[in-house]
């Protein structure tokens, strides 16, 4: 059995202090532990890098250590349980997981030791625990009271509302059902008021008490652009603010994927691709780099991402636009989990809105549910497409008030706005004219033509030069006219035809915006947005870790050498850097520069297991540094 820390009384904070080494609780860890460890179900909501995890993990050890047995933790992210696991293992807490990864005899021997009691948090998705096996041995732990808690991440997944439903999660109503004394505790970093509802009703948490924590994350500063030159704007990104820095690259499809990692590469980044095409070897091979290794751009399917707990991605950017907030919100804040300066930043346009406004119409799903997704999709373009802070508008759809950041885009270089309904009933005007002439529909590009008067040989060929309405928008940019069928597409006044190249029609909505009856506001079209000083010196070097940016010349050698010793540890055991310590926590010891083992005492990430451990090692760097 694994020698668990001593813990020198079961309170929440002993266990916070001596096993994970914090001094204090953030925001409501406190409240909800007190509330877990006593017995109470709950439901949490809690930014990524809020510290959730710590939520059911503290109260897994004070109820084990009462007598309560093991915690069940429900999660579908294999590198979540891996990671999680191995932090646990560094700070002297029995832990395992039951994953596809095991082989038979490896999964017998973690259920062996389940049934000991010698576990203290087991890690197994959803599929696993409702099947029969799972829950016969789940019974046997119930009948001698040796089942403490069920923590459900994720928990978002269990609702059709969410931004990565998935069905297993409904099964996982029998825990109620079978375990109804087991406190259950349901965790989400992402979910509007739909889903939480959904999510109490599904999962019978009725009773269960509900924290919802601020959404904020004040360290990553917003910016969304509209595609000219997705690739070279990606790039003009990546090299005048994040060279070197390890980030991620989100795209809609495989070769986009591919193509975008090669071009990075080509660019002398160092970049992998991600997506369910790739051979699963390959696919885990470059996961393991990416948590492992500093500098690495993974370029990616939303595939990849849940459950990646690597503190510092200093930037994640969108070069397609995704299906709403949600996973907008959700994958933004895989950046910057250790608290310091970050990005997110997007590309989108026309194209994007099309094709996800077809995703959602053409999906076999009822439609009421279609018209919630077209809300959600509304709601994501309205957050691009707006002229005020990016933060205020993506915190009200949480339904948060806030004040501007003065840190997104949009606060630091303020684009101006304009009425695009007369553009707007132009266009409509336009699309019936041609419809009415033709008795066929056309795509975006020739509609604009006309309606600019420019008279191309798609317009001649047609005699669409001779309509009532050719050259009436000549006053509109190209740009200008696309954002207005961004507008209509996405408020449901245009339809675009997938079957038929992409032609645009009315629909029933058409008739309230050629009445101006609904206006359309549109913001001026901003080329790029404001930069703030490239992360790189004139030589190329690679600019110094935030977390060791306030530290003197002697300080920054110790980190340095402190870094390279945590990476010669993490190899040996097979564990990414972050789960040995984290950056921040290695700045720390740099700055103290201690010279006893008392002086590493009080180190935030510094618990009693770490500190027997590897104490030593961190003194002698530091002292051969002094």
């Not at 978002?156 to 297993?168: I, L, M, Y």
């Not at 990016?390 to 004040?403: I, Q």
């Amino acid at each position: 059995m694994f020698e668990f820390v001593s813990v020198s009384n079961l309170s929440p904070i002993s266990i916070l202090r001596e096993v994970f080494g914090y001094d204090a609780f953030r925001g409501p860890q406190a409240d909800i532990v007190g509330h877990v460890t006593a017995g109470g179900d709950a439901l949490v909501l809690m930014p990524t890098g809020g510290g959730k995890s710590l939520c059911y993990q503290i109260p897994a050890i004070a109820r084990q250590q009462a007598g309560h047995g093991v915690a069940i933790v429900i999660s579908p992210l294999i590198a979540l349980m891996h990671d999680q696991v191995g932090a646990l293992h560094e700070a002297g807490v029995e832990a395992a997981f039951l994953n596809s990864t095991l082989s038979s005899e490896e999964a017998s021997a973690v259920e062996k030791r389940l049934l000991r009691g010698d576990i203290t948090l087991l890690y197994a998705a959803p599929e696993r625990v409702t099947t029969p096996r799972f829950l016969a041995q789940l019974d046997a732990l119930h009948a001698r009271g040796a089942l403490s808690l069920f923590a459900i991440d994720e928990a978002h997944c269990v609702s059709q509302w969410g931004h990565d439903f998935r069905p297993e999660y409904r099964a996982l109503t029998v825990l109620h059902e079978r375990y109804a004394g087991v406190p259950r505790l349901a965790l989400t970093a992402t979910a509007d008021a739909l889903t939480r509802a959904d999510i109490v009703e599904r999962l019978q948490l009725e009773e269960a008490r509900q924290f919802v924590s601020s959404f904020d994350r004040p360290n990553i500063r917003y910016a969304i652009v509209e595609k000219k030159d997705a690739t070279q704007q990606l790039l003009r990104f990546i090299m005048r603010e994040h060279a070197g820095d390890a980030g991620i690259v989100y795209c809609q499809s495989r070769k986009k994927v591919e193509d975008i990692a090669q071009t990075l590469c080509e660019q002398g980044l160092t970049a992998l691709p991600y997506h369910a095409g790739l051979d699963a070897k390959l696919r885990q091979t470059h996961q393991d780099r990416f948590l492992r290794e500093e500098g690495i751009v993974m370029v990616a399917t939303i595939a990849f991402g849940m459950g990646i707990d690597k503190p510092d991605v200093r930037f994640v950017a969108h070069l397609d636009m995704p299906k709403n907030i949600e996973g907008y919100y959700q994958e933004t804040g895989r950046a910057g989990r250790d608290g310091l300066p970050a990005d997110a930043w997007m590309a989108y346009g026309l194209q994007d809105v099309v094709n996800q406004r077809r995703m959602i119409d053409e999906s076999p799903a009822g439609e009421e549910f279609k018209q919630v997704m077209r809300g959600k999709l509304d709601a994501l373009l309205t957050l691009a497409e707006g002229s005020d802070c990016r933060r205020v508008r993506l915190l009200a759809y949480f339904g948060e008030a806030s004040t501007p950041c003065g840190n997104c885009d949009n606060c630091l270089n303020p684009p101006a706005v304009w009425d695009g309904t007369d553009a707007a009933r132009k266009l409509l005007s336009t699309i019936y004219r041609v419809q009415q002439a033709s008795g066929i529909s056309f795509g975006a590009g020739h509609i604009m033509d006309i309606l600019r008067g420019k008279k191309t040989e798609k317009v001649a060929q047609f005699g669409h030069d001779g309509l009532s309405t050719f050259g009436i928008g000549a006053e509109f940019s190209e740009l200008q006219l696309r954002g207005v069928l961004r507008q209509l597409i996405a408020m449901g006044a245009l339809a675009v035809d997938a079957q038929a190249f992409n032609t645009l029609k009315l629909t029933d909505v058409s008739r309230a915006v050629l009445k101006g009856e609904l206006p359309v506001s549109l913001r001026e079209s901003v080329s790029t947005p404001a930069e703030r000083k490239p992360r790189r010196d004139k030589a190329g070097a690679r600019a110094t870790p935030p977390a060791a940016a306030a530290l003197d010349a002697a300080g920054q050698a110790r980190f340095a050498a402190l870094k390279a010793w945590r990476a010669e540890v993490a190899r040996e055991h097979n564990l990414p850097a972050y789960v040995i310590f984290h950056d921040a926590t290695l700045a720390a010891v740099a700055e103290r520069c201690p010279r006893t083992l008392d002086d590493l005492g009080g180190i935030s990430g510094m618990g009693v297991k770490k500190l027997e451990a590897y104490g030593a090692e961190v003194l002698r760097v530091c002292g051969g540094m002094a």
